[in-house]
């Protein structure tokens, strides 16, 4: 009988399984780095889709109640022309949007503010009168800033300017004293055209737009809500901290053509000068967004324009959506400029849309209302 010669199996040397090892920690890195872009890519198509539907909100708010695009509120200016110009563009698209609403005036610097007959006057009481009405759920006794009135229309800015038009007057926000934040929700227009910022009435218009509660924060703690996309940054979604009002996430914000187009010279005002940049703040015309400390943290957001030429005196510029609006959310770096090498000068510079010119490595990201996506995807 023969027998059959057994050879022992032979394993792997300890240089095959470093080479296995390695390849599917490559191939492991490459789907980690793939999944990561299907990630972002989704979180920029969902921005994407609502800056889409913001804007079909503002059209259905033209079309169904305003009459015309909401004015967003900028402040182009502190000389007393500049703050007659925008409070009397609010009033006169109330009283468009409203027609049997009366107000006799508008207050501004160069009478009071809160005397009886303005508009002013009847936001301001329509927050009293829930407050007298309205316990056990009243208005805190000062906004989150530390404010001592709510209602102040003066502190309407382009990223609460939207929420205001499309949603409404804000509810009381309930404070969870776990967590020191503050939950917000619309009150929305009274359905009542005599009187559409009454409060305790229960019968309220539909909104153009459904706003995300969850989503609503109040960076500033003026007591007017800004509307935040859905980029999954803290403290989203709990709202603004008591303590600190703000919100990491850049909001949504609003630019009316109406304000940008102001930079213009041909209306009467200051024009700007020739080397592309706006002028000053204290020189009026310039349509940004915020004008506070929050600056520093999401950078400035202003309108983008179409083309500028700076070779004539003046310089000639149009605008994107020249008749009617842009949406600019900052996306997912919450940034909507950054000074970066390479960037344009000042955070004032024109940003021209599609060619890119005077963009920061923020802008690259930043979604808007008429880019179908980040505004990197249009550059020629």
Known sequence: ??????????????????????????????????????????KIARIT??????DTGVQ?????????YPPDCSFLGT??????????????????????????????????????????YAVQQAFKDYDAASPPLPYPATTPNGASVWGDLNNLDQAESLVFWLGGLPAPPVLNTTSNTYSFRLAGFSANKLQPFNLIDGSRLKGP???????????????WLEYYPPVDLPPQPTGSSAAQPGNATAPYVYFNAGSYADVTPSNGFPAYPSSGQYPAVTGGSMPVFPSNSYASLWGAAIPYANAYNISTTPAQLTWFNPEKFQIVSASLDSMYWSLTTGASSGPDDFRVFPSGTHYSQADLDNVTNFSNGKLQDSLP
């Open 79 to 120: 000389t007393q022309q500049w703050v007659d110009v925008r409070n009397n563009r609010i009033l006169a698209h109330l009283r468009k949007a409203f027609p049997r609403f009366y107000v006799s005036g508008y207050g501004n610097t160069s009478g009071p503010v809160s005397a009886q007959g303005t508009l002013q």
């Open 209 to 223: 737009f459904e706003f995300q509660e969850q989503r609503f924060g109040d960076a500033d703690g003026d007591g």
């Open 1 to 42: 009988m023969k027998s059959v010669a057994t050879h022992p199996r032979r394993g792997f040397t300890l240089v095959e399984l470093l080479m296995v090892i390695t390849i599917i920690g490559m191939l492991m890195a490459l789907l980690v780095a793939g999944v990561m872009r299907a990630l972002v890519t989704a």
């Open 49 to 54: 889709v609502e800056a889409g539907m913001l």
């Open 60 to 68: 259905n708010y033209k079309n169904e109640i305003g009459g015309d």
